[in-house]
């Protein structure tokens, strides 16, 4: 019994454990963390850049990572036939309410602004393809 009683201890002290951790649920359409708002930006880009030709992202292609264990979902825009090639441009959102940031070399080029003003405006709900 007294081997026991070690272990009933600990059980009892792990019963009292103040509060589980927190896991976010799986987003829903129209809210505004990072997951929820980097799939309206993915699908948006995909659309509006990629399918459409935008001649800014020739020769690239959409890698997502929504499901990233960083938490911080996003968009990677890399070689086309290359997906694990250094990606031209990035999209990462983070936090609830999310704050979405776009870098790498595309935005340090001429299509900077638009690329800015597309993921703005995307992340804020509209589809649009132009402003």
Request: aromatic content about 4%.
């Amino acid at each position: 019994m007294r081997r026991l009683a070690p272990l009933a201890a600990l059980a009892f002290l792990a019963a009292c454990q103040a509060t589980p951790d927190v896991v976010q649920g799986p987003s829903r359409p129209g809210d505004d963390s990072a997951l929820s708002t980097m799939e309206r930006v993915a699908v948006a880009a995909q659309k509006c850049w990629f399918a459409a030709g935008d001649p800014a992202f020739k020769g690239l292609a959409m890698s997502p990572e929504l499901t990233s264990h960083s938490g911080n979902p996003r968009i990677l825009a890399v070689p086309r036939g290359n997906v694990g090639g250094l990606p031209k441009l990035v999209v990462e959102a983070r936090g609830n309410p999310a704050q979405v940031a776009a870098y790498g070399p595309l935005m340090a080029g001429p299509d900077a602004g638009r690329i800015s003003a597309d993921v703005s405006r995307w992340s804020r709900g509209s589809t649009a393809c132009t402003a």
